[in-house]
């Protein structure tokens, strides 16, 4: 597919504001929603798009096993504290960790309140709450949604990483944004990404979007951009606390796993 635009867009403005389908019977194990064999955030993003789902139509799209699989924290319900379970398991895994999920369930650290993983459990609904949100400004514009895919939510959560570090199109190693896109996963014929910092909520966050002059808004409103990958950092010891990211994406057909928050 022909590459054909690539658009940068920031919210310095936000500095100034802070001055002021699978088988029914399919053997799935705990975590391992896709049967893959192995637990990572592909699985923590499908349990966040059948929260978004079933929380919005009340219906899901898992099989019973799949659901079975999807609540690891066993307290009936299959929502973004699943996903933030799942994605705390791979991180431990991927650091080389080999404890069974159940074990490592058992025996996480709980904050204060006794809440287990509170911060990663309200950093993903933030995210659902953000697609949803934005998907609403654009219908009311009379637009099509746009759909979220795990990918695109994978490479949007290590912009939003990298924000902290550096609040910039530029990316930590010098290069561009845009350098985070595999164009053989995604072929586009434009991208687009928009950053803002500062604000904890997602109506603050499109607030600062709405009222900049550089183009944050005509970004989230381009009848062309067909998907979007959302990531929400936070980090107490930065300059600005809260950083956002939206990766957006024009391309022709389906994407793996896509679907509207």
């Keep these: 597919m022909k590459k054909r635009i690539i658009a940068f867009i920031s919210a ?30 592909a699985d ?7 929260y978004s789902v079933s929380s919005t139509s009340g219906i899901s799209r898992f099989t019973n096993a799949q659901k079975q699989a999807a609540d690891v ?54 995210l659902i709450e953000m697609g949803k949100a934005v998907n609403k400004e654009r219908a009311a514009a009379g637009l099509q949604p746009l759909k979220i895919t795990p990918y695109l939510m994978e490479i ?60 944050h808004w005509q970004e989230i409103m381009r009848s062309g951009n067909t998907h979007m990958g959302i990531g929400v950092a936070y980090e107490p010891n930065s300059t600005y606390g809260w950083y956002w990211e939206i990766f957006f994406v024009e391309t022709a057909g389906s994407l793996e796993g896509e679907y509207i928050p």
């Design 12 to 41: 310095f403005t936000v500095c100034m504001s802070l001055n002021a389908d699978f088988s029914a019977n399919a053997m799935i194990s705990l975590g391992d929603i896709d049967g893959s064999g192995s637990i990572n955030s």
């Design 156 to 215: 949007s959560a290590v912009r939003a990483d990298e924000t902290v570090k550096i609040f910039s199109h530029t990316r930590p190693d010098g290069t561009s944004c845009f350098t985070i896109l595999d164009d053989i996963k995604v072929p586009y014929y434009h991208l687009g990404e928009i950053i803002a910092a500062g604000s904890s909520t997602v109506s603050g966050t499109l607030e600062q979007w709405r009222s900049s002059t550089q183009g």
């Design 44 to 50: 923590a993003s499908m349990i966040l798009e059948e």
């Design 73 to 126: 924290n066993k307290d009936g319900t299959v929502d973004a504290s699943d996903a933030s379970d799942v994605l705390n398991y791979y991180g431990y895994m991927s650091t080389g960790g080999d404890m069974l999920i159940e074990y490592f369930l058992a025996n996480k650290p709980s904050d204060s309140s006794g809440n287990d993983s509170s911060q990663d459990t309200q950093m993903q609904k933030l």
